[in-house]
């Protein structure tokens, strides 16, 4: 039998705690139930921190967008949403003092750690930005009980795909289409600034604020009911999102351990 070589032997390793982490998300299971042939549990928990630390998952899914969007397979037809996951009871509790730090510019401990508390109980609010093809492009957490339409700038300011050659790294989508949650009309004036064309339907209040306002309440916005159709495939990516079941329920203490499992989901739909 050949001896494996140093490299090989880093390369097995990593795949195996790789492999440890994407059963963890697909099972929810806690981290104490890791089968042992995917080796200690310890070795691949402090891996996820580790690499979300020093932003490896956010780097490994940026590459894979710009090498789809090198090869034009990225559609810039954005559709933005958000869905409200429940969180265990265990994910609340997370230390304040000794807090883990990061680098990269990764904010591993943030006050709050995006978990909302209702009569429901404690609940995180994903914000999701996909393209065309219902692929993630950016993701955000919040507390549960927080508003859709203040994220959806954050949530666009967030999307940068670098090019293989020369040139600036993309920013600005063509479209972004939303539903009725973000129509604001500071956000349509935000959204003008930027060049970028925005579809959401008005809510009926703001409808009939207008309309009793008269000609002074100026012309409806435009609304493109076609382009609206394709806003579905940001709930399919919801839905694909949370077949992963320890991302259909929170059990992480930190906000970024559980961003960092959405983005590794991403970059399995990506590659997919």
Known sequence: M??????????????????????KLRTGAPWRDLPERYGPWKTA?????????????????????????????VEWILSVDSTVVRAH??????????????????????????LGRSRGGLSTKIHL?????????????TGG???????ILPLLDGISVARTGPGRARVRPE?????RAYSHPSTRQALRRRRVRFVSPERDDQIARRAAK??????????????????????????????????????????AYYQAEL???????WLR
């Open 2 to 23: 050949l001896p494996v070589s140093g490299r090989g032997r880093r390369w097995r390793d990593h795949r195996q705690v790789i492999n440890a982490i994407l059963w």
């Open 175 to 179: 479209t972004v289409i939303a539903d």
């Open 145 to 151: 009980q927080a508003g859709d339409n203040p994220q």
């Open 214 to 255: 008269g000609s002074r309440g100026g012309r409806p916005p435009v609304f493109d009911t076609e382009a609206y159709k394709q806003r579905n495939v940001v709930e399919r990516c919801f839905n694909r999102l949370k077949q992963f079941r320890d991302l259909a329920t929170r059990y992480a203490k930190r906000a």
């Open 45 to 73: 928990h402090e891996r996820l921190r580790m690499w979300t630390a020093d932003g490896t998952w956010q780097r490994i899914l940026d590459q894979v967008i710009v090498k789809d969007d090198s090869i034009g397979e």
């Open 263 to 269: 983005t590794i989901a991403a970059i399995i739909l």
């Open 129 to 141: 930005a996909v393209d065309g093809r219902g692929l993630p492009m950016r993701v955000l957490l």
């Open 89 to 114: 009871q265990h994910a609340a509790g997370a230390r304040k003092k000794g807090a883990p730090s990061g680098r990269s510019g990764v904010q591993v401990a943030v006050d709050g750690e995006a």
